[in-house]
Each structure stands twice: as C-alpha cells, then as structure tokens.
C-alpha cells in the first residue's frame, strides 16, 4: 500500500491568479519589443558561411569534379544517402566518380561527408530550399550535383579553418602552426597562418 498526502492548495494555487498574472506580464513585456519572426519568402535567408545546407559536389575550373572516388563520404554516412561508383581516367587524380548519387530525402544534413573528404569535393552549400514533384526528383546525380567552387568559396574558407586544412612544408613542419592530427600554432606553409579555436570563434566561424 503506498500512502499519497495531499498538500491543500492555497486560494491563488486553486484559481490560478499567480499564473496568470506571470502570464500576462511576460505577454505585455515581449508586445512592443522588436519582432524577430522573419517575413518568410518575402524576406530572405541570408546564410553565414557556417550554415550548412545541402551538400553539393565542387567542380574545378575545369569543369570536372574534386572527387576520386574514395568512397570515404559513402561510408561514413549515417543514413546512407550517398552512393558513388567509381572508374579509371587518364588525368592525374587516376579515379573519378562514374556515378554519383544523393538522395536529400534521407540526407540528415549532418555535414559529416564534408569532414571526412580528403579533396574538398564535397561541402555543404547554403541552399536550404527543397521541392520536388516526386520522390524521385530530389536523388540527383552527378550532372545535378556539380557546382563550380567559385559559387562555394565562402564554405571552403569556413571549412579549411575549421578543420584546419592546409599543407605543411617538411622543412617547416616543426614550426608549423597545426601539423594535421597533432595541433599547434604559429604559420603554415607560405606564412599560411592557422588560429585556434578560439580565435576561429572570435573571427565569427
């Protein structure tokens, strides 16, 4: 047998008047304070370049993708909405993807295949925007996917900071600012200088 007492309720406890005057003095706090809900679509998004979208695959100059076909993205995909097959060509990279597909039905948009890629092939754009007429619409391949990495810049810059992206020259490595996988500070190669993370926050990245 389990025994409850019961607490008597007081007289503002039963009628609620405490909670709703605490309810309606937030109310009349927050009536003429600036409104922060944006006018959507008539009022556009204009993403930071932390904001990751969609993930797109990067074109050079060229034309022809960043990617070589690793795989890595393809694996490390929580949902699995990414599915490369890959081939031989005569450029120098030896391997590209033959196809590339991504279905953003199942993308969680988790930016983990922009992490993992060696290449900067794959990076999160800032388009947040999705309609399709079917479900088969939105798994766009490889033709779909390419974008020129003039159009993605600004998330390059993001990500090379944040993931602290850059070569080091050997002869320098010891004075290196961040040797990849072991951290530091100081410049990288050319005078490339690499900040902590503190400063990359500071620099509002």
């Known amino acids: 047998m389990v025994l409850v007492k019961q607490r008597t309720l007081s007289f503002g406890e039963r009628y609620y008047f405490k909670t709703i005057v ?17 006018s959507y679509p008539e ?18 100059e060229d034309g022809h993708p960043r990617c070589v076909a690793c795989g890595l993205c ?4 929580p949902p699995r909405a ?12 030896e391997r590209v993807p033959k196809t590339f597909t991504i279905d953003y039905l199942r993308c969680i ?12 092939a794959i990076v999160m754009s800032q388009q947040y925007e999705l309609v399709g007429s079917s479900r088969g619409s939105l798994k766009l391949g490889l033709d779909e996917l390419l974008t020129p990495a003039s159009e993605l810049s600004t998330r390059l810059e993001y990500i090379r900071k944040t ?14 600012s961040c040797v990849p996988g072991v951290g ?22």
């Open 74 to 77: 393809e694996f490390v995909c």
């Open 22 to 38: 605490v309810g309606l003095i937030y109310t009349f706090k927050n009536l003429f304070r600036k409104k922060v809900t944006r």
């Open 82 to 93: 990414i599915e490369i097959t890959g081939t031989e060509t005569e450029r120098a990279i």
């Open 184 to 205: 530091g500070t100081g410049s990288g190669v050319a005078g490339t200088a690499v900040s902590s993370a503190k400063r990359r926050y500071e620099d509002n990245y």
């Open 109 to 120: 948009e988790c930016s983990y295949c922009e992490e993992v890629c060696p290449e900067e």
């Open 43 to 60: 009022e556009r998004l204009d993403p930071s370049p932390s904001f990751g979208g969609v993930p797109v695959l990067v074109a050079n």
């Open 163 to 176: 993931y602290h992206r850059f070569q080091v020259a050997p002869a320098t490595e010891a004075n290196a």
